[in-house]
C-alpha cells in the first residue's frame, strides 16, 4: 500500500531533491574543471586518480539530472548514497595525512564536520531519491 505523505514531507522532500540536485550539479562540474585539486585528495592506494576524479565528477553529474528525473529517481538516490560512501576513504586521508590541496592545508573545523556530514548526506540522498521516508518510514511510491 503506498504512504500517503502530507504536503509538509512532500515540500521537505522536494526542497531536499533542489538542494542535492544544485550541491551534486556543481560538485560535478567542479571535478571535471577543477580535476587536479580533487585527485590530491585520492588515497595512494586509488589507482588512476585522474580518471577517478573525472569518474566521479560525472557519477554526481547523472545522479543530479537523475533525481530530477521521477523513473530515474530511486535509482539516483541509491547511486548517490552508494558514491557518497565510496568517496568517503578519500575525506578521512585528506584529513587524517594532512594532504594540502594546491598549497592549503585545511584545519580540523573544515575536516570534522565534513567527515561527520557524510552519513548526512547518504541519507539526503536516499531521501530525495525517494528510497526512504522520513525519518525511517516507507519510501514514498
Known sequence: MPEVLSAAPRTARTVLRWVMVVFYALAGVLHLR???????????????????VLA???????GAAGLMIPPLRRAAGWGLAAYALC????NFYHAFAHVAIDGVALGWGY???????????IWAALYAGEVIGWPFGRRAR
Open 87 to 90: 568517496v568517503w576513504p578519500a
Open 34 to 52: 577543477s580535476s587536479h585539486s580533487f585527485q590530491q585528495i585520492v588515497p595512494p592506494w586509488v589507482p588512476y586518480p585522474h580518471a577517478v
Open 111 to 121: 575536516h570534522a564536520p565534513r567527515l561527520l556530514f557524510q552519513p548526512v548526506l
Open 56 to 62: 566521479t565528477g560525472v557519477a554526481e553529474l547523472l
